[in-house]
């Protein structure tokens, strides 16, 4: 069965650029027809789609967050990646990583990682 495993800094400052890596295992990040998938939960905001990267390596993003959002993608490692710009505190939240559907179901999902935007 496909897991997904996020990794990366558990605290950053201001400004900086979050970034977090989604491990892939059990299926291929190059498989049709899914797409790959960041969502993110606060206490203030609840669950929030971020963005996506497809099979073949096509983007969407929040609109709310496209300004700041970029999702990559390696295929070599099985892994894509989240990069967040100009954080603020308004930013810390439990971070996931998810397979998502044709029709728009988030099916598998990492078991998140809390990132929290401190100096």
């Known amino acids: 069965q496909v897991q997904l495993q996020e990794s990366g800094p558990g605290l950053v400052k201001p400004s900086q650029t979050l970034s977090l890596t989604c491990t892939v295992s059990?299926?291929?990040?190059?498989?049709?027809?899914?797409?790959w998938s960041w969502i993110r939960q606060s206490p203030g905001k609840g669950l929030e789609w971020m963005g996506s990267?497809?099979?073949?390596?096509?983007?969407a993003y929040s609109p709310s967050l496209k300004r700041r959002t970029s999702i990559s993608r390696d295929t070599s490692k099985n892994q894509f990646s989240l990069q967040l710009s100009s954080v603020t505190p308004e930013d810390t939240a439990v971070y996931y990583c998810?397979?998502?559907?044709?029709?728009?179901?988030?099916?598998?999902w990492g078991q998140g990682t809390l990132v929290t935007v401190s100096s």
């Open positions: 998810a397979r998502e559907r044709t029709d728009w179901y988030l099916e598998v």
């Open positions: 059990g299926g291929s990040i190059t498989t049709s027809y899914y797409a």
């Open positions: 990267i497809t099979y073949f390596g096509g983007t």
